[in-house]
C-alpha cells in the first residue's frame, strides 16, 4: 500500500515538472508577444498619454462593462480592441472635438489575471489562475489542479468555451498523448474555459 502511494506521488510530480517546466522559462516571450495580438480585456489597467497634452494622460481599469473614462470624451468601449486599435479609436475621437492632430499612446500597465475551470478526476477542482502574461495550455491547468487522478481517463479531456455568438463549443482533447509524445503540440485554453476530465471506464 505504502509503495503504492509513494508511486502515485511520484507519478504525480513528474506530471507537474513536465507540464509547467516550461512555463517559466518562456515567460518573457509570452508577455511580449501580446504586445500586438492581445485584446484588451475587463480588469486591465491601461495607461494613456497624449503627446503635448499632460492632461490628458491617465491611467485607467478596464471596468467590467469593457469600458474606460478619458478627460473630455468620457466612456469608450475597449474590451475586445488589440491597443493599436483602441489607439485609432480614441485619436479619433479626440480630433472629432478637441484636438486638431491627437498622438495617442497607450500601454497596459498591468494585465487581468487568467482563469479557467478544471473539474473531474483531477485532485484540486476549481479554478486555476494564470499569471496575466503566461500564455495557457491544457496540460498547464491540469498540473495547476494538482493533476489527474488514477481514475481519470486523460485520453478524452473535454474542453467547454463560451464563443463570441454565445454558444458552447465542446473540444475533445487527448491529453495522454501530449504528455507522451514530445513532438504534439499543447492545446490551448483561454479565459474562461471550463476543462473537464472524465473517469476512466476501464
Not at 91 to 107: C, G, P, T
Not at 138 to 146: E, F, H, N, T
Not at 167 to 181: P, Q, R, S, W, Y
Request: charged share 25%; aromatic share 10%; with cysteine.
Amino acid at each position: 500500500m505504502i509503495r503504492k502511494m509513494i508511486k502515485t506521488l511520484s507519478l504525480l510530480c513528474a506530471f507537474v515538472v513536465y507540464a509547467c517546466g516550461g512555463a517559466f522559462a518562456n515567460t518573457d516571450f509570452a508577455y511580449a508577444d501580446k504586445g500586438s495580438s492581445y485584446k484588451l480585456r475587463p480588469l486591465d489597467v491601461v495607461n494613456m498619454r497624449v503627446f503635448q497634452e499632460p492632461d490628458l494622460d491617465t491611467i485607467y481599469k478596464v471596468g467590467n462593462n469593457g469600458m474606460i473614462v478619458l478627460p473630455l470624451i468620457g466612456s469608450v468601449k475597449v474590451e475586445g480592441l488589440t491597443l493599436q486599435d483602441a489607439q485609432k479609436k480614441i485619436k479619433e475621437l479626440y480630433e472629432k472635438d478637441y484636438l486638431v492632430k491627437a498622438e495617442v499612446s497607450l500601454f497596459i500597465e498591468e494585465y487581468s489575471q487568467q482563469r479557467v475551470y478544471v473539474i473531474g478526476q483531477v485532485f484540486r477542482n476549481g479554478e486555476v489562475i494564470f499569471p496575466p502574461e503566461e500564455t495557457m495550455t491544457l496540460s498547464k491547468a491540469i498540473a495547476g489542479a494538482m493533476g489527474p487522478t488514477r481514475l481519470a481517463d486523460t485520453r478524452n479531456v473535454n474542453i467547454k468555451r463560451k464563443m463570441p455568438d454565445g454558444t458552447i463549443k465542446v473540444f475533445e482533447v487527448d491529453l495522454k498523448a501530449i504528455l507522451n509524445d514530445k513532438s504534439a503540440k499543447d492545446f490551448p485554453v483561454y479565459d474562461g474555459d471550463t476543462i473537464e476530465v472524465p473517469e476512466s471506464i476501464f
